[in-house]
C-alpha cells in the first residue's frame, strides 16, 4: 500500500486539516482554503497568487513539487 503524504491546510473559519494532493488543488481552485504548507514554509492563497499546476507554464516554481502528477491517458488508459 502506497502511503500518501497529506499536505496541511487552513481553512476560512479558521481550523485546519490535512488534505491529499488532489484535494489540495480542488481547494485551491474554489477558494475553500486561506492558506497551506509547504516545506520551506506557509503559502497564503490570496497573498501569494498559489494556482493550480499547469505544466504548460512549467518553470515558475522552482523548488520541490510534492504533489503528484495529474493523471492523463498516458499514464492512465483507464482515465
Given at each position: ?24 488543488d480542488v481547494l485551491i481552485a474554489t477558494g475553500k482554503i486561506l ?31 510534492r504533489r503528484t502528477p495529474w493523471q ?8
Amino acid at each position: 500500500m502506497v502511503k500518501r503524504q497529506l499536505i496541511e491546510v487552513v481553512y476560512p473559519d479558521g481550523t485546519s486539516g490535512q488534505v491529499s494532493n488532489d484535494v489540495l488543488d480542488v481547494l485551491i481552485a474554489t477558494g475553500k482554503i486561506l492558506k497551506f504548507r509547504r516545506a520551506d514554509g506557509w503559502v497564503d492563497v490570496i497573498r501569494d497568487h498559489a494556482c493550480l499546476r499547469d505544466y504548460r507554464n512549467d518553470g515558475g516554481f522552482t523548488g520541490q513539487d510534492r504533489r503528484t502528477p495529474w493523471q492523463t491517458a498516458e499514464t492512465n488508459p483507464d482515465a
